[in-house]
């Protein structure tokens, strides 16, 4: 699978007078959703677009679930899911409250299978 990216310059923030630099950036091709996700695996599997669509708004409800409950949810070949949060520090133990918490991020960790595929794709730089 080959992956468009585009160049860009940026200047370094501590250093505004330095010469810019140049770095790729992978150029999305837009998004998809879950009924596009459906529509590609009915055309792989048996199911039919709406059973797939059914099945996705569960695993993504059930997943949510797990994660509130304190759960890793692990997918096997894809990856495992698992929350973790975002907090301001306090000076004991006992002054630590829910208060501290910002806000609650969802993390993902690549399987190492999934890497792997990740890592045999190939780039194409994109001119504009």
Do not use: C
Request: a positive charge.
């Amino acid at each position: 699978m080959t992956i468009p990216y585009r160049v860009i310059g940026r200047i370094h923030p501590g250093k505004p007078e330095a010469p810019r630099k140049y770095y790729p950036v992978v150029r999305s091709r837009g998004r998809r959703n879950t009924r596009d996700l459906a529509e590609e695996i009915s055309r792989r599997s048996t199911m039919s677009s709406a059973d797939t669509i059914g099945l996705l708004q569960a695993l993504f409800e059930i997943i949510s679930e797990y994660l509130l409950q304190g759960y890793v949810v692990d997918l096997g070949e894809i990856g495992s899911f698992s929350i973790r949060v975002r907090a301001s520090g306090a000076d004991t133990p006992g002054e630590v409250s829910p208060r501290n918490i910002r806000n609650l991020l969802v993390s993902f960790r690549a399987s190492k299978q999934f890497k792997k595929t990740l890592q045999e794709a190939t780039f194409r730089k994109r001119i504009e």
